[in-house]
């Protein structure tokens, strides 16, 4: 495998199922993204870990909880999720993360498939 | 805050033909990048481009090049000779060099005509 992948690509769930989203990276990164992407709408960042810490909260509901046991694994655990929550879900990584803005670089994110989501 | 606006919702264009995407952003950060996206219809979001605020020398990857003009804001993407396989949507982001946080504009769909 190389790059970033996700697993599943395509999940179908009620309001009171639990599941859970997975990505892993092959490309050596130390920080991996949420996104999520609705229909008509702009790509929103959901969460963020830099060495297996959570660095970006962006106000994402309770429903969704993400975990990040190793810098090359990331899961985002679903559970009683709402019809609004149906979007595809892309998972990304990056070399590093810098909060101190001692770059003038930015890295490069790379993203996985996606999972695309319906909640029933 | 960031934002990034692309302004063309769609786009038709001759295969082989050259097509150019605008990009336009705000921000009050000195230092920061902009990107650009392919994401076909399968959903993968390709990283295609990448400028520093502080290059000089507009980017340019094989028949992607970005357009940078600084003072305009803006960060037009070009791609010459269209293929087929270009149908795609596009997105253009910045990033700040502090956080890595990217903010993505709405998209541009390129239809790739034989």
């Known amino acids: 495998e190389t790059g970033v992948t996700q697993t599943p690509r395509h999940l179908v769930m009620g309001m009171t199922n639990k599941k859970s989203l997975k990505c892993e990276q092959h490309l050596g990164h130390n920080a991996m993204y949420w996104y999520k992407q609705s229909a008509k709408k702009p790509l929103e960042l959901m969460f963020v870990?830099?060495?297996?810490?959570?660095?970006e909260n962006n106000s994402v509901p309770s429903r969704f909880s993400p975990e990040c046991p190793n810098s090359s694994h990331l899961f985002l655990h679903l559970h009683t999720l709402q019809p609004e929550d149906s979007a595809l879900y892309l998972c990304a990584s990056s070399q590093g993360y810098s909060a101190s803005g001692d770059s003038l670089d930015t890295d490069t994110q790379y993203f996985g498939p996606g999972t695309r989501l319906t909640v029933l | 805050a960031q934002k990034i606006t692309q302004t063309q919702p769609g786009m038709f264009v001759q295969e082989k033909e050259a097509v150019t995407l605008d990009c336009t952003y705000d921000?009050?950060?000195?230092?920061?990048?902009l990107f650009w996206y392919k994401q076909p219809s399968s959903g993968e979001m390709i990283f295609l481009i990448y400028q520093g605020s502080y290059d000089e020398q507009n980017a340019t990857e094989g028949r992607y090049s970005l357009n940078f003009q600084k003072a305009r804001k803006s960060a037009n993407l070009v791609i010459s000779a269209s293929q087929l396989g270009d149908s795609a949507m596009y997105f253009c982001?910045?990033?700040?060099?502090?956080?890595?946080?990217?903010?993505f504009g709405g998209g541009t769909r390129v239809l790739v005509k034989p």
């Open positions: 921000t009050s950060d000195q230092s920061y990048g």
């Open positions: 870990y830099s060495l297996e810490e959570r660095v």
């Open positions: 982001a910045m990033g700040k060099a502090a956080g890595n946080k990217l903010t």
